[in-house]
């Protein structure tokens, strides 16, 4: 699997946890090992941009994805049709924008990123958070990966951040949903 991280946002970030995260996601998710991610990094003006251009929405965000080939779940199993190398996609992070929502779940933003980059390999591989019942499902397979991967790199003593135990650190959608708010209202954290 081929994931490629661009900081085009001149943020220090652990960029090898989010390939790390990105590639347990898609491997737990049996996406075929030959896919392709980029993960760029980017500034609040340019994540600004992206919002209002391709969902017509005003003021920075945290994630957006932008899907090329379509891949599903389970197209890495064996007695699934063989594919070849594709391109999944492209996750565009704020590291800015995630700092703040960080701050206001009370977690580090090293765990915000990582976060936020398996949510973005969720709505590359289809998942979407639009319908109450399509969000509990996304948000509970988001939060499940997760938590999984922070108990894998406990077992293979890789050196990321500590898994964080505060409450806003693995957010229902109902959780998420009301720091979006407080993002939009600037109230402090």
Not at 21 to 46: F, K, N, Q, W
Not at 91 to 100: E, K, S
Not at 163 to 189: C, H, N, V, W, Y
């Amino acid at each position: 699997m081929s994931i490629e991280v661009f900081n085009e946002a001149g943020v220090g970030v652990n960029e090898e946890s989010l390939v790390d995260v990105a590639r347990y996601a898609l491997g737990r998710m049996d996406v075929h090992p030959a896919a392709e991610l980029s993960i760029h990094l980017v500034d609040e003006p340019t994540i600004e941009d992206l919002h209002v251009r391709w969902l017509d929405l005003p003021g920075p965000t945290d994630v957006m994805s932008f899907p090329m080939d379509e891949l599903t779940p389970g197209s890495g199993r064996p007695d699934a049709a063989p594919q070849g190398p594709s391109v999944l996609g492209d996750i565009v992070l704020c590291p800015d924008f995630a700092r703040a929502q960080a701050v206001r779940a009370g977690h580090p933003l090293s765990h915000e990123m990582v976060l936020l980059t398996v949510h973005g390999v969720l709505h590359l591989l289809g998942y979407d958070h639009i319908e109450p019942a399509d969000e509990r499902r996304m948000f509970a397979l988001q939060n499940g990966l997760l938590a999984d991967w922070y108990d894998d790199i406990d077992e293979r003593g890789v050196d990321f951040p500590d898994k964080p135990i505060t409450p806003g650190a693995f957010p229902t959608a109902a959780d998420r949903e009301k720091l979006d708010e407080q993002m939009k209202d600037g109230d402090a954290p």
